[in-house]
């Protein structure tokens, strides 16, 4: 199975703390967010919280008072020994501080490591660690100490060297860290290259063969299911399944969709009242669509009548995506369509791929 590769420069981990590569809560913040630098400076007590004597002794801590809205930059953190928390807030947070209420995310690629004896931050897409020549020099791992066992989100992932990897561990992992006897899963949707920079990232990998595959040929990733075609019904898209390790496959019959204009349909996505005939689905084209039906929207009435909409926000593809396409925010959900409407579905990211999500109509 050929499988395309769609390279991913950062991947952006959820709200939360992964061990070794943690963003400290300064004191005297209502919360970890905000803009670098606060109050308070990075003064002459640099030389005591950032000193250090061997690999193992440092973290990341967000500069000032409040940490960064939305997801840090390695100007955004400093490398602090990990014993040295109470003289890095003394330093750089001395009192109170109001933060603006805006979501902190982890990046994942950021790291403390002890160089020259100084903790410093460190961006893996950059350093020594992430070098390679060729995409065999590369290999996926979960960000900070110890890895995730399984079900872990792929937004943790970064890319180091094969040889970096025993470095990139003995910095994150304090020396008398032990982690769980595990083997960590890696998702088949991802995987690690070596880019242009001759340096390893994350890249996503499209698990679903690149054309419908025939009924009974085999398949390799047990309850994958995958679509194809652009229809904005995904209920008229043909779908195969890999079941028992061989593909089970789907094919939708449906009427042809209308147009702007076509059989009694709107021009934009505002129509409501009564219409005909039932049934009646109309792309109106960029992820816009209505539907005409007795029971589109929710309750059934006596006549069918227009349920129209838009494009979901958030950052949702404009039309429902191919299951078994990649995505790389984990957890993100899209809701596209009217309810009742064929053009009522729903998404999922997980795993680093889409996912049906069944939608509950308002009774």
Request: charged share 15%; proline share 8%; glycine share 12%.
């Amino acid at each position: 199975m050929n499988r395309q590769l769609r390279t991913i420069s950062s991947i952006l981990g959820a709200v939360g703390l992964f061990a070794g590569l943690s963003l400290i809560s300064v004191a005297g913040c209502g919360s970890v967010v905000g803009t670098p630098g606060g109050s308070g400076g990075g003064g002459g007590g640099a030389s005591t919280w950032a000193a250090c004597t061997a690999p193992g002794q440092c973290q990341l801590a967000a500069k000032g008072c409040c940490g960064t809205c939305g997801t840090p930059s390695i100007n955004d953190v400093n490398g602090v020994n990990i014993n040295e928390n109470t003289a890095y807030q003394a330093d750089n947070c001395s009192g109170p501080v109001p933060c603006p209420a805006c979501a902190t995310m982890i990046n994942p690629e950021l790291a403390a490591f002890c160089v020259a004896r100084t903790c410093t931050p460190i961006d893996v897409r950059s350093d020594d660690v992430s070098a390679c020549s060729t995409d065999a020099d590369c290999r996926l791992r979960y960000a900070g100490c110890c890895e995730a066992c399984a079900d872990a989100s792929p937004s943790q992932l970064i890319a180091l060297s094969q040889s970096g990897a025993a470095t990139y561990k003995s910095q994150v992992c304090a020396p008398d860290q032990a982690c769980n006897k595990c083997l960590p899963s890696y998702p088949a949707s991802r995987t690690a290259v070596c880019a242009a920079s001759k340096h390893c990232v994350v890249a996503a990998v499209d698990v679903c063969p690149p054309a419908q595959p025939e009924a009974k040929t085999a398949c390799s990733i047990e309850g994958l299911a995958c679509e194809y075609g652009d229809d904005i019904r995904p209920s008229c898209r043909p779908r195969a399944e890999c079941t028992g390790g061989a593909w089970n496959v789907l094919q939708a019959k449906c009427a042809a969709l209308s147009v702007p204009g076509e059989n009694g349909c709107p021009t934009a996505p505002t129509a409501t009242g009564d219409c005909s005939p039932d049934g009646l689905t109309c792309d109106l084209g960029q992820g816009n669509s209505c539907a005409c039906g007795s029971c589109i929207g929710g309750p059934c009435s006596m006549t069918p009548h227009w349920g129209c909409s838009s494009p979901p926000a958030g950052g949702c593809p404009a039309e429902p995506a191919l299951l078994g396409s990649s995505c790389t925010i984990d957890g993100a959900k899209c809701v596209y369509g009217t309810c009742g409407a064929a053009t009522s579905a729903g998404r999922v990211c997980a795993a680093g791929l889409w996912k049906d999500e069944p939608i509950a109509c308002a009774q």
